[in-house]
């Protein structure tokens, strides 16, 4: 059907020229590719009829459009390069007019397109959007940035449409059904916020497939210990109020730091089925030994100044960004890792992930790469691959090409769909691996 509406569209957008060559015939032919015309516009393809999601089939139109656009007026273009010579031989006239009738046609198609994705499409971002306005009347710019829409708007109708799909699949088999409710535990400088979810889409593909999730609540930053204790009081909390006797814990970067004290210091091991840490230094962060060591103290004690009387603002009651990093060196690390010691009874596990370039990652993690990779080698951003590694099972994720999966991708931060890393299904096999575990 794209061939065909690429055709249409094409003869529509010359029909000035074309018109004579179908002689008594010109006027059904007009006729028909108007109404073709308006059809395709309306309709681009039928390959979105089976994707359940209205807002996924407009996004999934808009972008065939601007696909059919770019062919139409490539090959309106050359058409119209070829007649170039009617502007010297005295048919300027019908030449600019036949340029006009172009004109109208593909921008009636552009627009279509443009609105639709601009309108649907949740992985452009504010990003793609503003370059699409900047760059719109920037030669050979414009061209980068409508291929860059193309490429991600077609891509997320076509992903998320597969996930709807496989999700109603499978509703009945509640694949993430753990027998204990899982946990999510955040990492340092982040809170759980409610409208602001820090797990992005994981949660609520994890609840679509069945799972029980309750969130560890604990304030942004403190020392691990100190995080430990607010997390032992909200594992207690957790199980006395719902009886489930265990739970499954899932914590992100220092997130795992505290946990691991937690279930060895705070008694409350019996209360814990696994921990999974994902992109937890265990060893520590070499570079921010180095940066405590090269910072001046009064820049240090002025930034976590001003951290810290946000982040009460914003609900915590005593954090201590200091303290946070201090607990993330090397040395703060090595010493820790002499004494807690894991809990038995409990399943360890780990997971890290790594970029395959600094741009993999967004500010700062595009920064922090290269201290990382100096001191550590291959790291997400933040934590090197030789950092993250604990318990029973240990995972690397890792992509071919340029793009990576940084720290924050682990966490679905930003939203962003990855081509070769689908970090939602990532988790819903995680949860179900427990499932399979009989936890």
Not at 62 to 68: A, E, K, T
Request: net charge positive; with cysteine; aromatic share 10%.
């Amino acid at each position: 059907m794209l061939i065909i509406n690429a055709i249409v569209f094409f003869i529509t957008a010359n029909l000035y020229r074309l018109a004579g060559l179908f002689g008594e015939y010109r006027i059904p032919v007009c006729v028909a590719s108007g109404i073709l015309f308006l059809v395709g516009n309306i309709r681009p393809s039928l390959r979105d009829k089976k994707i359940p999601s209205r807002r996924l089939r407009v996004c999934m139109q808009g972008s065939y459009l601007l696909i059919l656009f770019c062919v139409s007026a490539a090959a309106s273009m050359f058409y119209l390069l070829l007649e170039i010579g009617r502007l010297f031989s005295g048919e300027a006239g019908i030449w600019l007019l036949h340029l006009l009738n172009v004109f109208l046609v593909e921008a009636a198609v552009f627009w279509n397109g443009i609105i639709r994705v601009y309108l649907t499409s949740k992985q452009l971002a504010v990003k793609w959007r503003l370059l699409g306005v900047i760059c719109g009347f920037i030669p050979v710019a414009n061209l980068v940035v409508l291929y860059h829409i193309i490429r991600i708007t077609g891509y997320e109708a076509k992903l998320e449409g597969e996930k709807l799909l496989l999700d109603e699949s499978r509703k009945e088999q509640r694949i993430c059904a753990t027998k204990y409710p899982i946990l999510l535990v955040h990492g340092v400088f982040f809170r759980d916020f409610k409208y602001l979810n820090y797990w992005g889409r994981i949660p609520g593909e994890l609840e679509k497939n069945g799972a029980v999730i309750y969130y560890g609540n604990h304030q942004s930053a403190d020392s691990v210990e100190g995080s430990a204790r607010e997390l032992a009081r909200r594992i207690r909390q957790i199980t006395e109020e719902t009886g489930c006797e265990k739970l499954n814990i899932i914590a992100h970067s220092k997130g795992g730091l505290d946990c691991r004290y937690a279930l060895s210091e705070l008694g409350i091991a019996d209360r814990a089925a696994s921990l999974t840490t994902v992109n937890t230094p265990h060893r520590g962060c070499l570079f921010a030994d180095y940066l405590l060591e090269k910072i001046p103290k009064n820049i240090q004690e002025k930034t976590a100044d001003t951290y810290n009387r946000t982040l009460k603002v914003l609900g915590d009651e005593n954090p201590d960004f200091m303290e946070a990093v201090r607990d993330l060196t090397a040395g703060a690390c090595e010493e820790r890792n002499k004494y807690i010691k894991d809990a038995e009874g409990v399943y360890y596990q780990s997971i890290g992930s790594k970029c395959n370039h600094a741009v993999n990652g967004r500010f700062p993690l595009n920064f922090t790469y290269y201290l990382v990779k100096y001191f550590g080698g291959e790291n997400d951003g933040l934590v090197s691959t030789e950092s993250f590694p604990w318990g029973e099972r240990c995972q690397l994720v890792a992509v071919k090409g340029r793009r990576g999966v940084s720290h924050g991708d682990m966490i679905d931060l930003n939203r962003e769909n990855i081509p070769g890393f689908d970090v939602r299904e990532f988790y819903v096999n995680l949860a179900a691996e427990l499932k399979q575990k009989g936890l």
